[in-house]
């Protein structure tokens, strides 16, 4: 089993629409998370962090599951501008060397 | 404009060249990293120096070797590489490496052809 999984999409939503990314990890270990967005050809950049109460940030939701391994990222009233790629990504503990990062999943959002 | 500034953006070479990879980072960070992008995979770290000191080295193939001369400045320099190495190479740094804040500012990446 991969580290971290994520379904590689593309999920192709209208504006508006409301759009939620799972994520899972393999090493029950495991203590931080993160989502990470990567726009087409260009590097990526930490989006929000994944507390265990789960967390918000504007129109973007992150829930973490510990029991399942599961992690979540809910967008509503998606703009097109939120078109990208999305990767979930998994510290290991320790340090920052232990990011893993998922392949990450695409969406793009049409008018 | 991003913190983390890599040189060249765009690199071709054949299998017998010698060329190297140039990242510098602007934010006063304490670690650099070496990320390997390529199709359809996820990123993979390659290497990982805090305070110049490499402290990760992720079973990296000897035909990729890294260089940190201070604290702003990383190398990877490239030598007989493989078609296979083709991908966006990716710097990245972060204040510290010690810590699980989980944040690392990325350079715009080096993309890579290797004929």
């Known amino acids: 089993r991969k580290e971290v999984e994520q379904d590689p999409g593309p999920f192709n939503v209208p504006e508006g629409a409301t759009v939620a990314f799972n994520c899972t990890y393999s090493?029950?270990?495991?203590?931080?998370f993160f989502w990470y967005r990567q726009d087409c050809r260009k590097e990526p950049k930490l989006l929000m962090s994944?507390?265990?109460s789960g967390n918000e940030d504007g129109r973007f939701t992150a829930q973490l599951n510990r029991a399942s391994q599961y992690i979540s990222l809910l967008i509503r009233d998606s703009k097109l501008s939120d078109s990208a790629t999305y990767l979930c990504?998994?510290?290991?503990?320790?340090?920052?060397?232990?990011?893993?990062f998922g392949k990450g999943t695409k969406l793009s959002v049409k008018p | 404009e991003t913190g983390v500034t890599q040189t060249p953006r765009h690199l071709v070479m054949g299998m017998t060249n010698k060329k190297s990879l140039k990242c510098e980072q602007h934010?006063?960070?304490?670690?650099m990293y070496w990320y390997k992008q390529s199709a359809k995979k996820p990123l993979e770290l390659m290497f990982v120096y805090s305070l110049e000191e490499r402290v990760e080295n992720n079973s990296v193939p000897s035909r990729f070797s890294p260089e940190c001369p201070n604290s702003s400045h990383l190398f990877l320099h490239l030598h007989t590489l493989q078609p296979e190495d083709s991908a966006l190479y990716l710097c990245a740094s972060s204040p510290g490496y010690n810590t699980l804040t989980g944040e690392l500012f990325f350079g715009e990446g080096s993309r890579l052809t290797v004929l």
């Open positions: 990504v998994v510290n290991r503990g320790g340090s920052q060397g232990n990011l893993i």
């Open positions: 934010l006063g960070h304490n670690a």
């Open positions: 994944v507390y265990s």
């Open positions: 090493n029950s270990a495991s203590q931080s």
